[in-house]
């Protein structure tokens, strides 16, 4: 009798760890979608067409403004300017994106260890009750 009293605790406690660990593998896939998701993905496609259009149309106005002699309705180093702003804008972005990530890879190691250390003292625990109870 004390044998299935012993099974339905360790049924009971595998079924509740296995709860916690779905409730934390949800959270984490949470995370990574508004870290690095699809969603993220689109966005970042969406922000480089922007910069790699707003580029080429400077660009093209310059080469009508030295090339063609066409007059472009822009101050003569406005075109210049606004290029190196937005490059700067992107590295500024880029910088960020990556801090972002890099605070979600501390965020994974630190649970990493945090569950390392846990099962460490689960063992020393168990260590202890085999070398106690002998």
């Known amino acids: 009798m004390a044998m299935d009293t012993d099974k339905n605790v360790d049924q009971a406690s ?3 760890e296995l709860e916690q660990f779905r409730k ?10 508004q870290i690095g998701g699809k969603h993220s993905q689109k966005h970042d496609n969406i922000v480089n067409i922007i910069f790699i259009i707003a580029m080429v149309v400077l660009f093209a106005l310059d080469l009508l403004r030295h090339i063609f002699h066409i007059h472009v309705p822009l101050p003569q180093m406005f075109s210049i300017e606004l290029a190196v702003l937005l490059v700067s804008i992107k590295i500024i972005w880029m910088i960020h994106r990556g801090t972002k990530v890099e605070h979600f890879q501390f965020w994974v190691l630190n649970s990493i260890e945090f569950r390392l250390n846990d099962v460490a003292k689960r063992l020393r625990e168990i260590d202890k009750k085999l070398s106690g109870g002998s």
């Open 14 to 16: 595998l079924i509740e």
């Open 24 to 33: 934390e593998k949800e959270r984490i896939r949470r995370l990574v979608g």
